[in-house]
């Protein structure tokens, strides 16, 4: 036993959620006084983890020690009273108060136990505020009359106005000014000097070099290294556990000879404002091209570009060599392309509905005469196209959010192989996909290229891209800063080309 | 119960395989449980009418008229029910049977007789219904304050049009068919009209593509938009069929008052989502049944019948379909919670 127990320690934190192990067994210990940093892709648990340090959803396994005494925290008033704060990326503040009844929030300063003492609230607002270095904000104004920042240093002094052992901060920097997020560093710096410990999330390994001491990485639910000293560890290392080379995927076969033709999918000089940079693309028939980058570097934008379900500011997207209307995705289903989107509950499936409807509800024209639909004809095209793919359960009868992840991502693809598409957008495939279910999705993407579909994959994970791709563009903060084919290709020199001007590893 | 018995050479070969069940099982297992309570709860109803009022209830007048009055309402609940399957909501359709019932009984509409009414109550509904989509699906508005707006205008031009009186029809046909002469088969033709309706809304919403896209646009709309579904024009349509159905309860309404009011469908606004949430559609879209609907309305029309039979005043029904509402919401949660 060591004589100073942690201030906060988890163990074993497992939760799940239907159809998918958010967290599985997560240990994290953090000390007073200290940053330690959280790292991770979308999708790795973090968010989940941090709500369930904040009271806000309770974990099905695991104990969390909290001074070195085992506590449960039922509800985000428990975690509160402990002194445990979390600043949320979306903040949660309410827009129509004002800055001082924000931060007082559920805790006013009350005389005779209801009459709300406005002037000693704001007093103490504007003392936070002066602590946090922004005594320029009025305590008096209305939250949604402030910009980001401003609204960031009111969540914190919110925090502050609890007496808080550790905070948690959700990617603070994500909204921030260079200079807003030195005077950030500060705060932190201060508050770790008064003994409080900060669990700081982010994707910029610059600041956690900055600002952190240690450092646990999570990856599918799992940590996957805990404690890691922050500044010493090579950014080659930690970016390697954070894309997880810990798994051997199992990659299908490229075909022999390269793939001929005329390009089926053709970009031309695409750009969004803000988003990403004019670029040229296109994929042929039979061919799997890949775009590697970090989050945040524009690839699902660009998939959504492409697809029209966003407008460009600039540029074409060519289908068998016809341009498409830009900003329609009906034009592009039309025209053959399909997307399988990043975030598949909330962008491609019907979850109250039956695998069937999620599958047939882009070719309904297919078994319908007259808008009356041939059931018989639907349930069997859809299991012919679930089959093809070998979803599981073999019954497209059964619900869809009774599947896994790796199945509900068939029962996409299967819908746009029942339409007969011919471009496939990939967003993140294998994203809440079990590990065991990933070399199965590799040889069915293939499989549809054999079969003669071009393929836009997408993916933050180096590995899968190069393994998976035939072409690899490799994205930087919204621009093309590689294209070669991927056997030229190999993961080192592709996590130095996405990474490159942050610290040398 | 020391010993597994182990069973006689045979039998296992008469074990029905699992899936098999006796058709009246199947049945049940095919009707959802919520429709059952439904009708468990339209069962019990009709035993208390038949106990407290045996000869009033159970009379065949009585039972004609509970049914035609549920046709009203009815054919404007089934409108309802696609809008909030699709997640929207239509609070104008009072107000709208009301405009549509004015208008097709002015003194210049009823000089072109049957076909006149007819055509000007299913013409305004359409046109109101129109107005609401447009708004809605192309103008971006929020369907509770479009329909919010549109409930204020159409009453306010219902009020403009009549100056308050009640305009008596005069048309010969229109009296007609809400004698008892005109019954088929002892059913009166607005119930009859209230059955097609309701069987080609069940077909639509559960047999056509309209049908599905209407849920998969209530589910999720970004899915259905990501899938290829025009959202918009879905939502235009489904708007306009809520104000179709509300131009055909506007007629129904004018052959069973022979007039027409501004003070039409008050209210009928909230009997009509009342019936369709306790029916089991679901306020937040991706789910809805014509059947629950349906069996909603028979439910608050035979409440209202037995309390009026009973004397009891209409402060009272308002208290019992209130307690009503909240029991059926608190069931489906359970439900939901348990699926």
């Given at each position: 036993m060591a004589p100073e127990p942690p201030l906060l320690s988890m163990s074993g934190i497992t939760k799940s959620f239907p159809g998918v192990r958010a967290l599985d067994g997560v240990d994290l210990d953090v000390q007073a006084g200290e940053v330690h940093c959280l790292l991770g892709q979308n999708g790795a648990g973090k968010s989940t983890l941090i709500k369930v340090l904040a009271g806000a959803h309770q974990p099905d396994d695991g104990t969390i020690r909290w001074r070195g005494e085992a506590v449960t925290l039922r509800s985000p008033i428990a975690a509160m009273r402990l002194g445990i704060a979390t600043i949320y990326q979306e903040l949660d503040l309410v827009e129509h108060l004002s800055v001082a009844e924000n931060v007082h929030l559920g805790h006013e300063p009350t005389a005779a136990g209801f009459v709300v003492r406005r002037k000693s609230a704001k007093a103490s607002t504007a003392q936070l505020l002066k602590r946090l270095g922004h005594p320029e904000i009025d305590p008096a104004r209305l939250v949604g009359e402030l910009s980001a920042a401003?609204?960031?240093?009111?969540?914190?002094?919110?925090?502050?106005?609890?007496?808080?052992?550790?905070?948690?901060?959700?990617?603070?920097?994500?909204?921030?000014?260079?200079?807003?997020?030195?005077?950030?560093?500060?705060?932190?710096?201060?508050?770790?000097?008064?003994?409080?410990?900060?669990?700081?999330?982010?994707?910029?390994?610059?600041?956690?070099?900055?600002?952190?001491?240690?450092?646990?990485?999570?990856?599918?639910?799992?940590?996957?290294?805990?404690?890691?000293?922050?500044?010493?560890?090579?950014?080659?290392?930690?970016?390697?556990?954070?894309?997880?080379?810990?798994?051997?995927?199992?990659?299908?076969?490229?075909?022999?000879?390269?793939?001929?033709?005329?390009?089926?999918?053709?970009?031309?000089?695409?750009?969004?404002?803000?988003?990403?940079?004019?670029?040229?693309?296109?994929?042929?028939?039979?061919?799997?091209?890949?775009?590697?980058?970090?989050?945040?570097?524009?690839?699902?934008?660009?998939?959504?570009?492409?697809?029209?379900?966003?407008?460009?500011?600039?540029?074409?997207?060519?289908?068998?060599?016809?341009?498409?209307?830009?900003?329609?995705?009906?034009?592009?289903?039309?025209?053959?392309?399909?997307?399988?989107?990043?975030?598949?509950?909330?962008?491609?499936?019907?979850?109250?509905?039956?695998?069937?409807?999620?599958?047939?509800?882009?070719?309904?024209?297919?078994?319908?005469?007259?808008?009356?639909?041939?059931?018989?004809?639907?349930?069997?095209?859809?299991?012919?196209?679930?089959?093809?793919?070998?979803?599981?359960?073999?019954?497209?009868?059964?619900?869809?959010?009774?599947?896994?992840?790796?199945?509900?991502?068939?029962?996409?693809?299967?819908?746009?192989?029942?339409?007969?598409?011919?471009?496939?957008?990939?967003?993140?495939?294998?994203?809440?996909?079990?590990?065991?279910?990933?070399?199965?999705?590799?040889?069915?993407?293939?499989?549809?290229?054999?079969?003669?579909?071009?393929?836009?994959?997408?993916?933050?994970?180096?590995?899968?891209?190069?393994?998976?791709?035939?072409?690899?563009?490799?994205?930087?903060?919204?621009?093309?800063?590689?294209?070669?084919?991927?056997?030229?290709?190999?993961?080192?020199?592709?996590?130095?080309?996405?990474?490159?001007?942050?610290?040398?590893? | 119960m020391t010993q597994p018995v182990s069973p006689p050479r045979g039998s296992t070969d008469k074990v029905p395989p699992v899936g098999q069940l006796p058709a009246w099982r199947g049945l049940m297992a095919r009707a959802d449980v919520r429709t059952l309570s439904l009708l468990g709860v339209l069962a019990a109803l009709v035993v208390i009418g038949g106990i407290t009022k045996p000869d009033e209830f159970l009379d065949t007048r009585n039972l004609q008229l509970v049914l035609t009055q549920a046709s009203v309402i009815g054919v404007v609940t089934v409108g309802m029910t696609f809008v909030i399957t699709s997640g929207g909501i239509d609070l104008s359709v009072g107000a709208i049977v009301a405009l549509a019932s004015v208008w097709a009984t002015t003194v210049a509409t009823q000089e072109y007789g049957f076909g006149g009414i007819l055509f000007t109550s299913v013409l305004v509904g359409l046109g109101c219904g129109l107005v609401n989509g447009l708004l809605i699906a192309y103008g971006g508005m929020v369907p509770f304050i479009a329909t919010l707006a549109m409930l204020a205008s159409a009453r306010g031009l219902a009020l403009q049009i009549t100056d308050g009186k009640t305009q008596i029809v005069t048309v010969d046909g229109i009296l007609d068919l809400g004698e008892r002469d005109a019954y088929i088969l002892g059913i009166p033709p607005l119930v009859l009209v209230f059955a097609v309706v309701t069987i080609i809304g069940w077909l639509i919403l559960n047999r056509t593509t309209f049908g599905r896209r209407t849920v998969?646009?209530?589910?999720?709309?970004?899915?259905?938009?990501?899938?290829?579904?025009?959202?918009?024009?879905?939502?235009?349509?489904?708007?306009?069929?809520?104000?179709?159905?509300?131009?055909?309860?506007?007629?129904?309404?004018?052959?069973?008052?022979?007039?027409?009011?501004?003070?039409?469908?008050?209210?009928?606004?909230?009997?009509?989502?009342?019936?369709?949430?306790?029916?089991?559609?679901?306020?937040?879209?991706?789910?809805?049944?014509?059947?629950?609907?349906?069996?909603?309305?028979?439910?608050?029309?035979?409440?209202?019948?037995?309390?009026?039979?009973?004397?009891?005043?209409?402060?009272?029904?308002?208290?019992?379909?209130?307690?009503?509402?909240?029991?059926?919401?608190?069931?489906?949660?359970?439900?939901?919670?348990?699926?």
């Amino acid at each position: 036993m060591a004589p100073e127990p942690p201030l906060l320690s988890m163990s074993g934190i497992t939760k799940s959620f239907p159809g998918v192990r958010a967290l599985d067994g997560v240990d994290l210990d953090v000390q007073a006084g200290e940053v330690h940093c959280l790292l991770g892709q979308n999708g790795a648990g973090k968010s989940t983890l941090i709500k369930v340090l904040a009271g806000a959803h309770q974990p099905d396994d695991g104990t969390i020690r909290w001074r070195g005494e085992a506590v449960t925290l039922r509800s985000p008033i428990a975690a509160m009273r402990l002194g445990i704060a979390t600043i949320y990326q979306e903040l949660d503040l309410v827009e129509h108060l004002s800055v001082a009844e924000n931060v007082h929030l559920g805790h006013e300063p009350t005389a005779a136990g209801f009459v709300v003492r406005r002037k000693s609230a704001k007093a103490s607002t504007a003392q936070l505020l002066k602590r946090l270095g922004h005594p320029e904000i009025d305590p008096a104004r209305l939250v949604g009359e402030l910009s980001a920042a401003q609204q960031q240093i009111v969540s914190m002094a919110r925090a502050l106005s609890h007496d808080v052992r550790l905070i948690v901060m959700d990617e603070p920097s994500a909204a921030l000014d260079p200079d807003e997020v030195d005077n950030l560093f500060r705060i932190v710096g201060d508050l770790t000097a008064d003994g409080v410990a900060v669990v700081y999330i982010s994707h910029r390994l610059e600041e956690i070099r900055r600002i952190g001491d240690r450092v646990t990485v999570l990856k599918d639910g799992r940590a996957v290294a805990g404690g890691l000293p922050a500044k010493s560890t090579p950014t080659r290392e930690v970016v390697a556990l954070m894309t997880g080379r810990n798994v051997e995927y199992v990659f299908p076969d490229r075909p022999a000879a390269p793939a001929q033709g005329e390009p089926l999918l053709e970009v031309r000089q695409l750009a969004r404002d803000g988003e990403f940079e004019a670029f040229d693309l296109s994929v042929r028939p039979g061919e799997i091209v890949g775009l590697a980058g970090l989050v945040g570097s524009g690839r699902s934008e660009i998939l959504e570009t492409i697809y029209g379900a966003r407008k460009p500011s600039s540029g074409q997207v060519l289908v068998d060599g016809r341009p498409l209307k830009p900003g329609s995705v009906r034009a592009a289903v039309r025209a053959g392309l399909g997307l399988a989107p990043e975030e598949r509950k909330a962008q491609a499936l019907l979850m109250l509905e039956s695998v069937t409807r999620n599958v047939s509800v882009s070719s309904m024209s297919r078994f319908s005469r007259g808008g009356w639909i041939d059931r018989g004809a639907e349930l069997g095209a859809a299991r012919a196209a679930t089959r093809e793919l070998s979803l599981r359960p073999d019954n497209p009868s059964v619900p869809v959010r009774t599947l896994s992840g790796g199945n509900q991502q068939k029962a996409v693809l299967a819908r746009w192989l029942l339409r007969g598409c011919r471009v496939l957008l990939l967003d993140e495939p294998t994203r809440g996909v079990d590990v065991g279910a990933r070399a199965e999705l590799y040889a069915v993407v293939r499989r549809l290229a054999d079969e003669g579909l071009a393929v836009l994959l997408v993916s933050s994970e180096v590995p899968e891209v190069l393994g998976l791709a035939d072409r690899v563009l490799v994205l930087r903060e919204g621009r093309v800063v590689h294209t070669a084919p991927a056997r030229e290709l190999d993961e080192h020199r592709v996590l130095d080309l996405v990474m490159e001007g942050s610290p040398a590893s | 119960m020391t010993q597994p018995v182990s069973p006689p050479r045979g039998s296992t070969d008469k074990v029905p395989p699992v899936g098999q069940l006796p058709a009246w099982r199947g049945l049940m297992a095919r009707a959802d449980v919520r429709t059952l309570s439904l009708l468990g709860v339209l069962a019990a109803l009709v035993v208390i009418g038949g106990i407290t009022k045996p000869d009033e209830f159970l009379d065949t007048r009585n039972l004609q008229l509970v049914l035609t009055q549920a046709s009203v309402i009815g054919v404007v609940t089934v409108g309802m029910t696609f809008v909030i399957t699709s997640g929207g909501i239509d609070l104008s359709v009072g107000a709208i049977v009301a405009l549509a019932s004015v208008w097709a009984t002015t003194v210049a509409t009823q000089e072109y007789g049957f076909g006149g009414i007819l055509f000007t109550s299913v013409l305004v509904g359409l046109g109101c219904g129109l107005v609401n989509g447009l708004l809605i699906a192309y103008g971006g508005m929020v369907p509770f304050i479009a329909t919010l707006a549109m409930l204020a205008s159409a009453r306010g031009l219902a009020l403009q049009i009549t100056d308050g009186k009640t305009q008596i029809v005069t048309v010969d046909g229109i009296l007609d068919l809400g004698e008892r002469d005109a019954y088929i088969l002892g059913i009166p033709p607005l119930v009859l009209v209230f059955a097609v309706v309701t069987i080609i809304g069940w077909l639509i919403l559960n047999r056509t593509t309209f049908g599905r896209r209407t849920v998969a646009v209530g589910g999720n709309a970004e899915a259905a938009r990501l899938a290829g579904i025009d959202v918009r024009r879905q939502r235009l349509y489904l708007y306009l069929l809520s104000g179709l159905c509300c131009g055909i309860a506007a007629f129904l309404l004018i052959i069973l008052s022979g007039s027409g009011q501004n003070t039409n469908g008050n209210l009928y606004e909230l009997d009509a989502i009342a019936a369709a949430i306790i029916g089991g559609t679901l306020l937040s879209g991706g789910r809805g049944t014509i059947v629950g609907s349906v069996l909603g309305v028979l439910i608050f029309t035979t409440i209202t019948n037995i309390f009026a039979l009973n004397n009891l005043q209409s402060d009272v029904q308002q208290i019992a379909k209130g307690a009503i509402i909240v029991a059926a919401v608190l069931v489906q949660r359970r439900t939901a919670s348990t699926t």
